[in-house]
Structures are given as C-alpha cells and as structure tokens.
C-alpha cells in the first residue's frame, strides 16, 4: 500500500499556490476597472505583511482593517495571517455603534484604512 501525500491548503497556501502556478492569471477583477494577477496579488501581500511586522505586528495580535469592498480588503484577508496576526475585517458600510463594537473587542494593535 502506498501512502497518499495530503497536506491543508489554508488560505495563504492557496494564494501561494495560485502565483506559483498562474502568476499571470487575473485573481481580482474590481468593479473600478483594476486587474490584478495572482502574481501582483501575492507580491502586494507580502509588502503589506513586511510592513505590518516592520510597524511591530507580531504573532497573534489583532490587526482590524477598515475598508470598504474592495481589493485592499481581500490583501488584507492573506497579508494579516502572513504577518502571524489574525484579521478583524471592519466594513466602512457599519453603523458607529457596530464599528465601535468591533474595534473594541479586536483589541487592536494596528488599524489601517488602505483608502
């Protein structure tokens, strides 16, 4: 019997995987025109990610973005974990008291508007 090779694809491993094997393929398609490959893509997370340790994110913290729906947001989605900290996504389309909610239970290290 021959053992099966299996291992998970989390998120960042399929985002990995996707540039390694389709660098040129479009991963985002914005409703305001833009195009990014999952090449670009993986390459504007990992900026993100080095900057987010370099601004003293380490392993665990939690890093709220808010953003709206748009592909700031979705960099986020692989940066944060890239980073070792965990996402607390705050959508522009909340209302103060939810935002307020959210911002205060993420006891956030960082927030970044990527607008």
């Known amino acids: 019997m021959t053992g099966?090779?299996?291992s998970e694809?989390?998120?960042v491993a399929f985002l990995q995987r996707a540039a390694y094997l389709h660098p040129g393929r479009v991963a985002v398609a914005h409703e305001d025109?833009?195009?990014i490959t999952y090449g670009e893509l993986e390459?504007?997370?990992h900026r993100l990610?080095?900057?987010l340790r370099a601004r003293g994110v380490r392993h665990g913290d939690?890093?709220?973005v808010l953003s709206p729906n748009a592909p700031a947001i979705l960099e986020a989605h692989y940066a944060v974990p890239l980073a070792g900290g965990v996402l607390v996504a705050i959508n522009t389309?909340?209302?103060a008291a939810e935002f307020r909610q959210r911002a205060s239970a993420a006891?956030?290290?960082r927030l970044r508007n990527p607008s």
Do not use: K
Request: aromatic share 0%.
């Open 4 to 6: 099966v090779h299996r």
């Open 9 to 11: 694809l989390t998120p």
């Open 33 to 35: 025109g833009r195009r």
């Open 43 to 45: 390459d504007r997370c």
């Open 49 to 51: 990610a080095n900057a």
């Open 62 to 64: 939690r890093v709220a």
């Open 93 to 95: 389309r909340l209302a």
């Open 107 to 109: 006891r956030r290290r």
